[in-house]
């Protein structure tokens, strides 16, 4: 397993079940605590984990939200105590029965390390920087890696699976191309954004006791916000530029842009909450899909899964989400065998991407100045849906069907179904 991030040790939840030894190599020093770490740069920035998201983890992980609760993480019902800022209007109000835990990327990451490191055969090996494949002399299997550990290099060969999971930047491509594997077809969705997060002292009864606020960007207003109770009694909150220049850093900089935004929630926590620590910066400059379900020839004994295959825009919440469902699927296929695993997965993982990747086209292409294709846009469908969006500012089963979608909870075709059809204006 290459990575130790959070699809890596999901992944290696997935592969317990099926072989004698799971050994997961990553180049940072793991923290022992809650905290972010360099190889994870997005970690100091919100995150959220979607209702199928935590439904999947609890599959994988008997208790797991239990446990993430225990440690603080407060559950919300994502209609009833968040607002939903679309298009410069707020979703309608109203239970969704659908409960979340609000919770940091670094706690989420450390109650999943801990537990796959509990597991009896796997273990977890920090300081391994991966830096080449092992394979057949025909290179028609991975065999292995190599990996540098203090200067020096380690061999681990004749295994029978190796899984990438380092992240954004993946060199499995690069690498299988210099086998002779033909470029993996690469797709991307350009909206250059900037996000700046700060985080703050919480007072449940700050924002009324909600858990938060959203506020994404649209043609109108390229400015967004996050904000989102979380463990310690903490709010953290985020600021974002789309195309233009970094939000400030600087508190008074900070509030100031925080007022631009369509919602007052991020501007009142700034403003009432006392800081905790600096501000952290991220760039964010492309979704990315890497289409290895559509590549002629694939060797056995190796996959690529998390965001080494596809990287959302972090503002939709999607990616820890996606994982644990790789992660199921990996599961679930490795329990009917391994042969032609690659095909098999990467052919389910296409089917379970389009949806949230279709979800980001959708967003991020409205804006005139992203870069992407943008014939994979129905219009009719699309109208259709910008209608619904309108419409569940002041109807909130229509919210809630909208939110059901977007937690992944249910399928695009739900929000086309007669019942819900029936309450969207023409």
């Known amino acids: 397993m290459i990575g130790a991030s959070l699809a890596g040790l999901l992944a290696a939840r997935a592969l317990h079940e099926s072989f004698e030894d799971v050994?997961?190599?990553?180049?940072?020093?793991?923290?022992?605590?809650?905290?972010?770490?360099?190889?994870?740069?997005?970690?100091?920035?919100?995150?959220?984990?979607?209702?199928?998201?935590?439904?999947?983890?609890?599959?994988?992980?008997?208790?797991?939200?239990?446990?993430?609760?225990?440690?603080?993480?407060?559950?919300?019902?994502?209609?009833?105590?968040?607002?939903?800022?679309?298009?410069?209007?707020?979703?309608?109000?109203?239970?969704?029965?659908?409960?979340?835990?609000?919770?940091?990327?670094?706690?989420?990451?450390?109650?999943?390390?801990?537990?796959?490191?509990?597991?009896?055969?796997?273990?977890?090996?920090?300081?391994?920087?991966?830096?080449?494949?092992?394979?057949?002399?025909?290179?028609?299997?991975?065999?292995?890696?190599?990996?540098?550990?203090?200067?020096?290099?380690?061999?681990?060969?004749?295994?029978?699976?190796?899984?990438?999971?380092?992240?954004?930047?993946?060199?499995?491509?690069?690498?299988?191309?210099?086998?002779?594997?033909?470029?993996?077809?690469?797709?991307?969705?350009?909206?250059?954004?900037?996000?700046?997060?700060?985080?703050?002292?919480?007072?449940?009864?700050?924002?009324?006791?909600?858990?938060?606020?959203s506020v994404n960007a649209y043609p109108g207003n390229l400015h967004g916000g996050f904000v989102l109770a979380q463990e310690n009694d903490t709010w953290i909150v985020s600021i974002s530029d789309r195309f233009g220049e970094a939000p400030p850093t600087d508190d008074e900089g900070m509030l100031a842009f925080a007022e631009t935004l369509d919602s007052p929630d991020v501007a009142t926590v700034m403003r009432s909450a006392e800081p905790l620590g600096a501000p952290v910066k991220m760039r964010y400059p492309a979704s990315t899909r890497l289409r290895y379900d559509r590549t002629a020839r694939f060797p056995t004994g190796y996959v690529v899964t998390g965001d080494a295959m596809c990287s959302f825009n972090p503002i939709y919440g999607q990616g820890m989400t996606v994982a644990a469902l790789e992660a199921a699927i990996l599961r679930r296929l490795l329990k009917e065998g391994t042969d032609g695993l690659a095909d098999r997965f990467f052919a389910e993982t296409a089917a379970l991407i389009d949806v949230p990747w279709s979800a980001v086209a959708a967003n991020d292409l409205s804006l005139p100045k992203a870069i992407g294709d943008r014939s994979m846009l129905d219009r009719e469908r699309g109208a259709y849906l910008a209608r619904l969006r309108t419409a569940a500012t002041e109807d909130p089963v229509l919210a809630t069907a909208f939110l059901r979608v977007t937690h992944l909870m249910d399928p695009p075709a739900a929000l086309f179904a007669p019942e819900v059809a029936a309450r969207v204006p023409a």
């Open 23 to 213: 050994v997961v190599l990553d180049r940072d020093v793991l923290p022992e605590r809650p905290e972010p770490r360099r190889g994870v740069p997005q970690s100091g920035h919100v995150h959220g984990l979607l209702a199928r998201g935590r439904q999947e983890m609890d599959d994988l992980f008997d208790g797991f939200s239990t446990e993430l609760g225990a440690l603080g993480a407060p559950p919300f019902d994502v209609q009833e105590d968040m607002r939903w800022w679309l298009g410069g209007r707020p979703l309608a109000e109203g239970p969704s029965g659908m409960i979340v835990l609000a919770a940091s990327r670094p706690l989420i990451e450390f109650v999943i390390r801990r537990r796959v490191q509990g597991l009896p055969n796997v273990v977890v090996r920090p300081g391994h920087a991966v830096d080449d494949l092992l394979y057949t002399a025909e290179h028609d299997r991975i065999t292995g890696v190599t990996a540098t550990v203090g200067g020096e290099r380690v061999v681990f060969d004749d295994v029978d699976l190796v899984v990438d999971a380092s992240g954004r930047g993946s060199r499995s491509r690069h690498l299988l191309t210099a086998l002779g594997y033909p470029q993996v077809e690469e797709e991307r969705i350009e909206v250059p954004t900037v996000y700046v997060t700060r985080r703050y002292r919480r007072d449940p009864r700050q924002l009324d006791g909600r858990a938060g606020a």
